[in-house]
């Protein structure tokens, strides 16, 4: 009976947990489900791996629609090319969201934005400014600049044609001429689909909305909808941190000097694997910035002169050179006629940080030009210049010196010199384990 009953009870309590649990199935596949993503910041290699897990997970969530709230200066053509591809390729309605008021869509957020399969902004937010350069930040010439253009023109024509004559005219002008637009002049040349003061408002849109899916029509339900946010993970972001043009040149500037301090005093391992690490997260960094690379030349100068006036026999000049080719070096590297604004470095930023560097390196210099002139303490070479007491007779031939608590052997270093018994002498070399003294008078 006993074993009965036990049975019966736990049959009622699976019965109960798993009617729980259809239910609670039942309620989150009753309300459809909005995925939304928050992209601010320019669009480079983690971008793309952030977009690329969410459309995963809202495909895998059977997402009603994924919106990705965008604010972004630009970015690099290929990656917003990718992007795109992943947006075309979703089987969830994507809903690009220019956000929050004063956001903007530039450059290859524009392009971004008019190719997904809703396309919405805020108030006061603006979108173009589109125009291709090279990864150095120049322009293009004339004829690299006409093929870039008109292949990006026809990366998006599929997904504007639908909007109408003034909508590609708009977006052909955004390549070609760096046009620029805010969300109502977008709005009436019909580029987005809605204008929509905050989330809520654009869910309220986009309810009833019916957009073109591959072969098929999709009406939108946003009707109490459950809105799910999806972050960038920890490693999306500090790659994406990474890519800033600031965080770069500093990781450079601390690897740089925490190198050189190594090598100036090596033996030491902490100073030389932080180097080592800030300059591999420098490379990455400006492995996906748009950087000129002759700058590296005046960097390598820089490390040179630093480590050249460790040995030189007058210590400043070498150094102020080596500040002087760094900042030059840094402004080459980040700052080359025709980058985006976004993407250069701070120019007082790179003063100031030489200056410092200069500064710790002379520091450290000091103290190690004091170090070499202080007395030797230990070894043999430590005897020369003590004092001791003579315990024999001490000739030309040898005899016993007291120095401190030691007895050695020594010999006079004038022959005709005579040191007795009890005499006070002084060390003035040390000749393997025999000391020659001289007499104190």
């Known amino acids: ?22 239910q609670s199935a039942r309620a989150q596949t009753s ?5 939304v993503m928050t992209a601010h910041g320019p669009i480079m290699p983690p971008m793309l791996e952030y977009f690329k897990r969410g459309i995963e997970i809202a495909e895998r969530r059977n997402a009603e629609v994924l919106v990705v709230q965008l604010n972004t200066p630009g970015g690099a053509v290929l990656t917003t090319l990718e992007i795109i591809r992943e947006i075309r390729a979703s089987s969830v309605p994507v809903v690009i969201y220019v956000s929050p008021k004063n956001a903007i869509a530039g450059s290859a957020g524009a392009m971004i934005t008019v190719a997904a399969h809703v396309s919405a902004m805020a108030p006061e937010t603006t979108i173009g400014a589109s125009t291709p350069i090279m990864t150095t930040g120049e322009n293009l010439p004339s004829d690299a600049r006409a093929k870039e253009i008109n292949s990006m023109q026809a990366a998006i024509r599929p997904y504007v044609e639908p909007r109408g004559e003034e909508a590609l005219a708009l977006a052909n002008a955004m390549i070609a001429e760096a046009k620029a637009v805010t969300n109502t002049e977008a709005l009436e040349a019909g580029l987005i689909d809605f204008v929509a003061d905050d989330l809520e408002d654009l869910l309220q849109a986009l309810d009833g909305f019916t957009l073109q899916m591959d072969d098929s029509t999709r009406t939108i339900n946003t009707l109490d909808v459950e809105t799910a946010p999806l972050n960038m993970s920890l490693i999306e972001g500090f790659l994406l941190f990474l890519t800033d043009p600031n965080i770069a040149f500093l990781l450079l500037a601390i690897g740089v000097q925490a190198v050189l301090i190594e090598i100036s005093s090596p033996g030491g391992w902490v100073a030389g694997f932080i180097g080592v690490v800030c300059l591999t997260l420098a490379v990455y960094g400006m492995g996906v910035l748009p950087v000129n690379w002759f700058g590296i030349i005046f960097l390598l100068t820089a490390f040179i002169l630093f480590i050249l006036d460790i040995k030189a026999p007058t210590h400043g000049a070498l150094t102020t050179a080596g500040v002087a080719s760094f900042i030059i070096g840094a402004l080459v590297l980040f700052n080359s006629p025709g980058v985006p604004q976004f993407q250069r470095v701070s120019v007082p930023l790179v003063v100031a940080t030489g200056v410092v560097i200069g500064l710790l390196f002379m520091v450290i210099l000091i103290y190690a030009l004091r170090a070499l002139k202080v007395p030797i303490s230990a070894g043999i070479e430590s005897l020369i210049g003590k004092t001791g007491t003579a315990r024999s007779v001490v000739e030309g031939n040898g005899g016993q010196v007291q120095l401190g608590p030691e007895l050695w052997t020594a010999e006079a270093v004038d022959a005709a010199e005579s040191i007795g018994k009890g005499d006070r002498v002084e060390v003035v070399e040390v000749k393997g384990l025999r000391l020659k003294v001289r007499k104190i008078k």
Do not use: G
């Not at 074993?3 to 009617?19: D, E, K, M, P, W």
């Open 1 to 22: 009976m006993r074993t009965i009953r036990r049975t019966f009870i736990l049959l009622v309590l699976l019965n109960a947990a798993l009617s729980a649990a259809f």
């Open 31 to 35: 309300d459809p489900l909005v995925l």
